[in-house]
T-cell receptor, first 113, second 114 residues
Framework: GQQVMQIPQYQHVQEGEDFTTYCNSSTTLSNIQWYKQRPGGHPVFLIQLVKSGEVKKQKRLTFQFGEAKKNSSLHITATQTTDVGTYFCAGSGGGTSYGKLTFGQGTILTVHP | DAMVIQNPRYQVTQFGKPVTLSCSQTLNHNVMYWYQQKSSQAPKLLFHYYDKDFNNEADTPDNFQSRRPNTSFCFLDIRSPGLGDAAMYLC?????????????FGPGTRLTVL
């Protein structure tokens, strides 16, 4: 079945430093989504990438989808304490997994003021 | 505001005692999902409904059942909860599947099994 690996599992940064999390799928994806889950909260949708090589930006966040549509990354520039949480990538594939999301393990981001 | 609502937010049950968690949505979405999330882990899909069509994940235990009596409501029934079923249960909805499957999550129900 489809597997989505995400690294690193944990990331501790000083406020102002940059942060990147990487996501790799065992199969080609139709699209990839990113979610943020604050401590004690529920996942909240951030963005969806559909096209090969797509790059999208939301303020300090930059999302990329690989050319082969098997990997993705989220980069945060100049982290702030409000960025604390777990960032999940979630891939949607084809075949029997069409339309269903397979979540990566998540990267837990801690930002020290 | 359109939203996904889960009740109760916290549920305590005894080992083997059936429990039902509920989810409702005002988004009028076609798809409703149930996920199980354990501490520091990713959400794990249990099953989903596309309208009335039920889709069970292959590795979802038979102990877990679901009902969707109408578009707005979906229930998760755990027939005989074990200690390993203690987790956060997340309900989510999406307008459709394929490229239109941005998911909206409810706040979750945290289940404790004594």
């Amino acid at each position: 079945g489809q597997q989505v690996m995400q690294i690193p599992q944990y990331q501790h940064v000083q406020e102002g430093e940059d942060f990147t999390t990487y996501c790799n799928s065992s199969t080609t994806l139709s699209n990839i989504q990113w979610y943020k889950q604050r401590p004690g909260g529920h996942p909240v949708f951030l963005i969806q990438l559909v096209k090969s090589g797509e790059v999208k930006k939301q303020k300090r966040l930059t999302f990329q989808f690989g050319e082969a549509k098997k990997n993705s990354s989220l980069h945060i520039t100049a982290t702030q304490t409000t960025d604390v949480g777990t960032y999940f990538c979630a891939g949607s594939g084809g075949g029997t997994s069409y339309g269903k999301l397979t979540f990566g393990q998540g990267t837990i981001l801690t930002v020290h003021p | 505001d359109a939203m996904v609502i889960q009740n109760p937010r916290y549920q305590v049950t005894q080992f083997g005692k059936p429990v039902t968690l509920s989810c409702s949505q005002t988004l009028n979405h076609n798809v409703m999902y149930w996920y199980q999330q354990k501490s520091s882990q990713a959400p794990k899909l249990l099953f989903h409904y596309y309208d009335k069509d039920f889709n069970n994940e292959a590795d979802t235990p038979d102990n877990f059942q679901s009902r969707r009596p109408n578009t707005s409501f979906c229930f998760l029934d755990i027939r005989s909860p074990g200690l390993g079923d203690a987790a956060m249960y997340l309900c989510a909805t999406s307008r459709g599947m394929g490229e239109w499957n941005e998911q909206f999550f409810g706040p979750g129900t945290r289940l404790t099994v004594l």
